[in-house]
């Protein structure tokens, strides 16, 4: 992590390299000022997300042979690109390890609750990822931009959220949090995409369209936010996701470097023999199921 010049600490930012993430220095340009990387082919894309399944699949089953307990915080932009991230982890891993929380506004009754108590019931268990499609930091971002709760909620929320994590890694949860930083030029062009497609229409609420014009007031909840929260033992990871290739294999991999697990032993695998009847016998008639169409 890097310092800033009076001392707080600021969100490290992932490079652009697509499997060699490092932090880079706090001034790096921003993401959409980085264009100077070859487009990256489907092919080479998926062959190195291939690459990284496996180490996935590895992850998982060290993490339910050892119990460890992972938790993993997504937070950006509306179109930042969270969704398709998430997928890209898990298409090929048990949803009974790596479980996907993704909640809803809260009820009447959640809201008189303390702030963090609807989602500590999330949290996991010996041997299980959980992974938040937003999570508590919307206290500090879409709740305070559009006046969901006063800024004296919004403030004691990124005082006590350090604390809140701290407890939660002194418990023995590895706790990674993820800011995807989108430029203002992608996102509308993602948004738009949203609208224009009958597929993705769904992901674009009423409160997406309010937020889309609050740009500015969003990065300043954003910086304060990272000033307040990024903690030695819960740090801030930024990934420039202008490029949602890079991103994802970019972030994979960093989120690979931040877990320790090896390959569980296991016994080489051989299919037994079995016995198919090859032909009806009184006994068993055997025929085609079900019924030809």
Not at 17 to 26: F, N, R, S
Not at 82 to 88: H, L, N
Not at 134 to 149: D, K, L, Q, T
Not at 192 to 197: A, F, L, Q, S, V
Request: proline share 7%.
């Amino acid at each position: 992590m890097t310092k800033g010049k009076k001392g707080a600490r600021q969100g490290s930012r992932l490079d652009d390299d697509v499997l060699q993430p490092a932090a880079a220095p706090e001034d790096s340009a921003p993401a959409a000022d980085r264009g100077n990387l070859e487009p990256l082919s489907n092919k080479d894309y998926e062959k190195a997300l291939k690459g990284l399944h496996v180490e996935l699949v590895k992850l998982q089953e060290w993490v339910k042979h050892a119990g460890l307990k992972v938790c993993i915080v997504f937070e950006g932009r509306d179109g930042a690109g969270k969704g398709g991230t998430i997928k890209a982890i898990t298409e090929r891993v048990s949803p009974r390890v790596f479980r996907v929380i993704a909640l809803p506004a809260p009820t009447e009754r959640q809201k008189s609750q303390m702030y963090f108590q609807r989602y500590m019931g999330h949290l996991p268990a010996a041997g299980e990822i959980v992974i938040f499609d937003r999570s508590w930091y919307n206290r500090a971002g879409v709740e305070r931009v559009m006046g969901f709760c006063t800024e004296e909620q919004s403030k004691r929320f990124l005082q006590g959220a350090p604390l809140v994590e701290r407890a939660i890694v002194d418990s023995g949860i590895i706790l990674l949090k993820y800011w995807l930083e989108v430029s203002p030029e992608e996102q509308t062009r993602r948004l738009m995409g949203r609208i224009e497609d009958g597929r993705k229409i769904w992901k674009l609420s009423p409160m997406d369209i309010k937020s889309y014009t609050r740009w500015d007031d969003y990065s300043r909840a954003r910086d304060d936010m990272f000033k307040t929260t990024d903690s030695p033992w819960a740090p801030w990871y930024v990934v420039p996701s202008d490029d949602k290739r890079r991103a994802r294999l970019n972030m994979i991999s960093h989120m690979l470097s931040q877990i320790p697990y090896k390959d569980v032993p296991r016994e080489k695998i051989k299919l037994p023999k079995r016995q198919i009847k090859t032909s009806a016998t009184p006994d068993y008639p055997r025929k085609i199921v079900p019924e030809a169409l």
